[in-house]
């Protein structure tokens, strides 16, 4: 049966798909920073450990007059403040995940019950999710609000997550998974014996999500692929995932930094996929001088690389196997500018820079305790050198 095999070093960049079309979208942020993430696992103790890091902390002064929210700039600095105000006194049971630009956030409300918050925004709504499964068992060591060298806050965040739970994880995942894709890959068949639904070409697709793409949304590419393709799928994929899904069929494994999930299409169907994302990620990179330190376009390379190698993987027995390693974009930056290359402190410009300020004695003036010694720098440095496998 042909198999393929999707392979993330990082599986949370496609999960977290969505958070490429908020980037695009240009939303307006009520707090602003410059941020960076770390990842590392421990092979003794089977531990994967996450540090979110930010510096230039500020809230956004951007006037809002977008339906339901109306802001000045000083209200809008207000909501900002209120929200930083929020995330500190509830952060020793804030959550984060690493993501592909920042990461994904979660308030655990109670042992099983997991409930989204952004970092950046103040959400109308949030999501809640119940696991089968023990929460409290993720360590999370929230840091102190610091006092940068340029006089504006940073701030660390660590998360450790056993083995153990993200196997639970996973299975959870699988579980509800599963079932929807057979479900949704079943109604997808039905309509289109009943007429109602037409298999789209591979070669239309594109055309058309290309099309419908201005030159500023250029990063959701990637993600309106894996959100449209299975209108290209043929039958024969349709009716493989309808059977893998009652089955249990897709699956999800890790080892150590490499996590994998393994699903089956038709051979056609994977090549054609691996054409459209190898398509897609050459078109993401930003226009002018929107990627520093070059990263988007090392990102591109390697994704590319990855979806070619895929295709050369096939073989005549139609097993098909797609290998993609997605590195974030903070890992790139960092190679390039070491580990500050996006987060250095003058990267801010001069009103930024007095607007942060404004808001550090604010912060202070809230009662929230700001650590004049710690260094950031310090504090990565530690994470980084320490617990290396």
């Known amino acids: 049966m042909p198999t393929a095999i999707i392979d993330w070093k990082n599986f949370t960049t496609f999960c977290l798909a969505a ?3 908020l980037l695009s979208a240009g939303c307006t942020m009520d707090l602003e920073g410059r941020s960076n993430q770390y990842s590392k696992y ?3 103790k089977d531990e994967y450990h ?4 930010t510096a230039n902390i500020r809230a956004s002064r951007n006037p809002i007059d977008s339906g339901a929210r109306k802001l000045t700039a000083e209200q809008h600095r207000q909501v900002g403040l209120g929200h930083l105000e929020n995330l500190w006194k509830g952060r020793q049971n804030i959550v984060m995940m690493p993501g592909p630009f920042g990461p994904i956030a979660f308030i655990r409300r109670e042992n099983r019950l997991l409930e989204t918050v952004s970092l950046f925004l103040v959400e109308e709504k949030s999501n ?9 068992p993720i360590r999370v060591q929230p840091g102190e609000m610091l006092l940068g060298a340029n006089g504006t ?3 660390t965040h660590h998360c450790v997550f056993p083995g153990k739970t993200i196997d639970q994880a996973f299975a959870l995942a699988l579980h509800e998974i599963n079932p929807e894709v057979s479900k949704t890959s079943q109604a997808r ?8 639904q037409k298999r789209i070409a591979w070669k239309d697709l594109r055309t058309e999500l290309w099309n419908g793409i201005s030159q500023g949304q250029r990063f959701g590419l990637a993600s309106k692929v894996l959100e449209r393709f299975p209108e290209a799928l043929s039958d024969e994929s349709l009716e493989l995932l309808v059977a893998q899904g009652k089955k249990q069929g897709i699956t999800l494994a890790r080892d150590e930094m490499k996590f994998t999930v393994v699903m089956q299409l038709s051979p056609g169907d994977a090549k054609e996929f691996c054409d459209a994302m190898e398509a897609a990620l050459r078109g993401e990179l930003p226009p002018g001088n929107g990627d520093p330190a070059g990263a988007m376009k090392k990102l591109e390379a390697k994704a590319i690389e990855a979806f070619r190698a895929s295709k050369a993987a096939t073989d005549a027995s139609g097993k098909v196997t797609i290998t993609v390693e997605l590195i974030s974009i903070f890992a790139l930056l960092e190679d390039d500018g070491g580990p500050w290359g996006f987060m250095r402190e003058s990267n801010i410009s001069p009103k930024q820079l007095t607007e942060a300020k404004d808001d550090a004695a604010e912060v202070e003036r809230r009662k929230i305790p700001v650590n004049r010694q710690l260094k950031l720098e310090k504090i990565v440095e530690d994470f980084r050198g320490a617990g290396k496998k």
Do not use: V
């Open 42 to 44: 421990d092979k003794e």
């Open 19 to 21: 958070c490429l079309a």
């Open 128 to 136: 809640k999710f119940t696991t089968n499964f023990d929460l409290t």
């Open 189 to 196: 068949l039905d309509a289109r014996k009943k007429e109602e």
């Open 153 to 155: 806050l940073s701030y």
């Open 50 to 53: 996450f540090l979110w890091a």
